[in-house]
């Protein structure tokens, strides 16, 4: 997958209430993504940081949301530059909180509609985040973007998403934390979220080869958003939502190397990297390894480091 690689920093943390996630695409620079990535035969441009629309005023009639303002700033501005990054190369957005994701894909979902090509979201995370911002008793914005995606009500506040994904194109994976209003939500549209308890049982090579196959038989667009809390905490530590149970070392880079081998990835999203939370850098050079996986490097190619 000798990629052309298209780096797009999104240092925001506004959409959850954990300071921090902003200094995640330094981290992502400072663990040496762009090394990896051109030792792997990619090109890579590096766009910097994308810099938030000037704020206008926003509300929501939920009281316990906050800055929202900032959240649709960043939305406008990352749909842009992601529309502009797909037409040029494979894009990798280094966040930042999950909000991030309202504004990657809809910038993507442009592209796909534009290209007349279904568009299907891998989501890696404990959390389905299908709130709306209706739903959300935190008021944490990072925890809407699929209902976003989705198409579901209450983002009257929001740009109207270029082309909603329907239900069946969306596989919610790994989760282990879902709150009750979501779990109304995903029941009502039809969503079974790949969970680690069906992980568990099943394994993690069937399901997503059957997604994959999805994606294939359409001709699809494929984005994939992963969550550093898709990850087990203990070899995770840094983000401010960690849920015990996660995937494995060997379980994320075999969907790493799954998604690499199928061919049909066309954007990443890597979010709620909170270096402050990190123990020496491991997670932002985890994060950087499941990429190269994701890019076409064995486990067994790793480099050998001292501790």
Known sequence: MNQHCILIGA??????????CLMGPASYRVA????????????????????????EAATSPNPVVHHLPETLAWTQALAKAAQEAMAAGFPIF???????????VAGVASHAKQQQRPLFVLWLDAHSDFHTPMTTRSGNLHGTPMAYIAGLDE??????????????????FGIRSVDLDERKALRKHGITPV??????????????????EQVEAANGLLHVSLDV?????????AVGTTVPGGATFRE????????HESGLVSSLDLVELNPFLDERGR?????????????????FDRVTRSN
């Not at 240092?11 to 300071?19: A, E, R």
């Not at 932002?284 to 064995?298: E, H, P, Q, Y």
């Open 32 to 55: 040496g993504l762009t090394s990896t990535l051109e030792e792997l035969g990619c090109t890579v441009d590096d766009r910097g940081d994308v810099a938030p629309r000037a704020l």
């Open 195 to 212: 969970d680690m308890r069906e992980l568990d049982e099943r394994g993690f090579v069937s399901p997503l080869k059957a997604f994959l």
């Open 11 to 20: 240092p925001l943390d506004s959409g959850q209430s954990n300071p921090g």
């Open 229 to 237: 809390d898709f990850l087990d905490p203990s070899i995770a530590p």
């Open 252 to 259: 994320a880079h075999l969907v790493m190397e799954m998604l």
């Open 283 to 299: 997670t932002a050079r985890l994060m950087v390894d499941l990429t190269a996986s994701l890019m076409g490097r064995k486990v």
């Open 155 to 172: 983002f009257e506040a929001f740009p109207p998403f270029p082309e909603p994904v329907p239900t069946d194109r969306i596989c919610l």
């Open 94 to 104: 280094l966040g930042g909180d999950h909000s991030l994701s309202l504004g990657t």
